[in-house]
């Protein structure tokens, strides 16, 4: 039995886009994508005040989550802990009769600035799956599915596999929509 399709929402939270190649050759890669909406919350938000209602209705509307992010000081960008706080609310995303979430996944597509490797107990001291533990018990706390991650990097040296990276990711979303959900932890 094949798997069920589902609408993949991108969640874009990068706060200086036109200065990232990595995150928009990404971007580039989950455009050409059916069943694939890519919202930009830095474009959307600018001031940071969220539209909750706009925010939940995006959400229902879809069946998989993709966070697309730059890590920042070992963490997500501002803006889009500020969205986690403002959205995911109590009775509508967990606590009594929050359900709106459950059963949708979450899949984390970040970049960072050097190598993703160096995440680890002999640089950073943690690794990126540690570092992404917060969201992920976030997505369970409010019953939806953990896709695992998958990390890039962006220094001057990796640039030259934009590419590879971006065909990488075009695979991963479309394996999100066609209903494939295999968690991965991988880093690029």
């Known amino acids: 039995m094949s798997p069920t399709p589902s609408r993949t929402l991108v969640l874009l939270a990068h706060p200086r886009l036109p200065a990232s190649r990595i995150n928009a050759a990404l971007l580039d890669a989950a455009r050409g994508i059916g069943d694939v909406t890519i919202h930009d919350l830095y474009h959307a938000y600018p001031d940071g005040f969220i539209d909750v209602a706009a925010e939940q209705q995006r959400l229902l509307a879809h069946d998989t989550v993709v966070l697309q992010f730059p890590i920042q000081w070992y963490a997500m960008p ?45 640089a950073a001291q943690f690794t990126l799956t540690e570092l992404f533990r917060p969201i992920e018990a976030s997505a369970r706390y409010c019953g939806m599915r953990w896709l695992g991650h998958v990390a890039y990097g962006a220094s001057e040296r990796i640039n030259a596999r934009l590419p590879e990276f971006a065909a990488d990711y075009a695979s991963r979303i479309a394996a999100l929509t066609r209903g494939d959900h295999h968690p991965e932890h991988d880093s690029r």
């Open 78 to 122: 501002a803006l889009l802990k500020h969205w986690f706080d403002e959205v995911l609310q109590s009775g509508w995303a967990y606590g009594r009769d929050g359900n709106a979430l459950a059963g949708k996944g979450l899949f984390v597509a970040a970049t960072s600035g050097g190598d993703p490797a160096g995440y680890g107990r002999h």
